[in-house]
């Protein structure tokens, strides 16, 4: 018999910003993983993931991921975007596509997430 039990938390997708600062703006998108976790959520930061398989500043590998991005949010049960940084171009078109697929938006700030 299996003991293991099946999570109900929902998976929301996490956009902030990433280009620019990436040392600084990789520390805030691990704040808003971490802020998803505390509300329970299960979250999904692919910008901490496929830049380590990609080049971003490759303008073909970048837009594959940002179409990665979207299937992925399509998936989810929400998009969560963290903004005390700001909205990146990438966060815009991840709210106008939000927006046409019909996604949960969630408007957030983590005001002191530099303290963490």
């Not at 280009?19 to 998803?36: F, H, I, Q, R």
């Not at 969560?80 to 019909?102: H, N, P, Q, W």
Request: glycine share 6%; hydrophobic share 40%.
């Amino acid at each position: 018999m299996s003991t293991k039990t099946h999570d109900k938390s929902p998976v929301i997708f996490i956009e902030s910003p990433y280009a620019g600062n990436v040392v600084t703006n990789v520390e805030y998108a691990k704040a808003a993983m971490l802020d998803s976790i505390k509300r329970g959520e299960t979250p999904i930061v692919a910008h901490l993931m496929f830049p380590r398989a990609m080049d971003d500043g490759d303008p073909r590998q970048r837009e594959l991921a940002l179409r990665m991005c979207r299937t992925l949010r399509t998936r989810c049960d929400a998009v969560a975007f963290y903004v005390d940084l700001g909205t990146s171009d990438g966060m815009r078109r991840a709210m106008e596509e939000a927006a046409i697929d019909g996604i949960i938006k969630d408007i957030r700030c983590i005001f002191d997430w530099s303290k963490k």
